[in-house]
């Protein structure tokens, strides 16, 4: 079994590999390999939607190949493209008595193409978890690429024939929803809405990644974060700031979060200069 047994079983090895799953977070994991469905991973930023990509593969022992969603993306970046330079100088090379139909045939062979994340995963034949991350930049075009994908797990390069999964990616997507993704889409995937967790995991995590920080200020920590989500700031401190601040703690060997250690550190927590008069003034600090 390449994937999860069971939900407990998801849990418990996305544990060991780092990740500390919620109920939901981890019955969804085991659905997505159960069910050979995608899943789609959605939530503001830094709460551990890569991170969840990355750690069912080392969970199970499967390599992850990801597309990385920017604007612009195009199918030759996304799927696979010829690789013009060594077709030309292929060309070029060729000898006099070579006819133009051999030279074609010879320039549209593997040698010739550059395989992209979507083929490569495709093409696999041992576990693969592809993630697809931040589909929400992608434009409509590449969605539309995606869900022919994910229908079928096949790809037709005219030149070469049908490539077919042999054996099925474990596909995870991510996004912000900076914009909705279609419907179609929506439908392929199993979805899971991840948010910030609550104080206890979030603890139970800032001290796994950073050990050595005393257990009363890493629930201080999580505390404060937690009073500065409550605010209305232009960007809500992440997961990714808290672990920051733990490690900034750390260093600093602060023993205490007391508000001159809050005030003295907060840029770690806070990257807008609005964000951080507010909370300042709301947190009544001496800033
Ligand atoms: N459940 C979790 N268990 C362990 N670490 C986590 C968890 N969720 C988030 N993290 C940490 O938070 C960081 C940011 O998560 P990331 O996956 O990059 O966020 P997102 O992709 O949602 O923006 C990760 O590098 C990881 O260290
Ligand atoms: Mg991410």
Redesign the pocket.
């Known amino acids: 079994m390449t994937w999860f047994s069971s939900p407990a079983d998801a849990a418990d090895r996305l544990g060991s590999a780092?990740?500390?799953?919620?109920a939901a977070?981890a019955t969804t994991a085991y659905l997505a390999g159960a069910l050979e469905k995608p899943l789609l991973?959605e939530?503001?930023?830094?709460?551990?939607?890569?991170?969840?990509a990355?750690?069912v593969a080392r969970a199970c022992d499967a390599e992850l190949v990801r597309l990385q969603c920017y604007e612009g993306l195009d199918e030759a970046r996304a799927l696979y493209e010829w690789n013009y330079k060594k077709q030309l100088l292929r060309i070029q090379a060729a000898s006099g008595d070579e006819s133009w139909s051999e030279t074609h045939d010879n320039v549209f062979t593997e040698e010739f193409l550059l395989t992209r994340p979507l083929l490569t995963a495709i093409r696999r034949d041992d576990p693969t978890v592809l993630l697809v991350?931040e589909v929400d930049k992608t434009d409509v075009e590449v969605e539309g690429l995606l869900l022919e994908i994910l229908s079928d797990f096949q790809v037709t390069i005219p030149e070469l024939g049908t490539v077919a999964a042999v054996r099925r990616p474990l596909v995870v997507l991510?996004s912000?929803a900076s914009r909705e993704l279609s419907e179609a889409l929506k439908r392929r995937c199993l979805y899971l809405h991840?948010d910030y967790?609550d104080a206890a995991?979030e603890t139970a995590?800032v001290t796994?990644?950073v050990p050595d920080l005393d257990r009363v200020v890493a629930e201080q920590l999580v505390a404060t974060v937690g009073r500065l989500r409550e605010l209305e700031l232009k960007k809500a401190p992440?997961?990714?700031e808290s672990?920051d601040w733990a490690r900034t703690l750390l260093a600093l060997e602060i023993g205490t979060l007391d508000e001159a250690a809050v005030a003295e550190t907060l840029g770690v927590v806070l990257k807008h200069a609005s964000d951080h008069d507010r909370a300042v003034r709301e947190l009544r600090l001496r800033g």
Not at 18 to 22: C, H, N, T, V
Not at 43 to 52: D, F, H, N, Q
Request: charged share 20%; aromatic share 4%.
């Open positions: 780092g990740y500390l799953a919620d977070t991973v939530g503001p930023a830094g709460v551990g939607k890569t991170e969840l990355k750690a991350d991510t912000n991840l967790p995991r995590i796994s990644l992440s997961i990714a672990v």
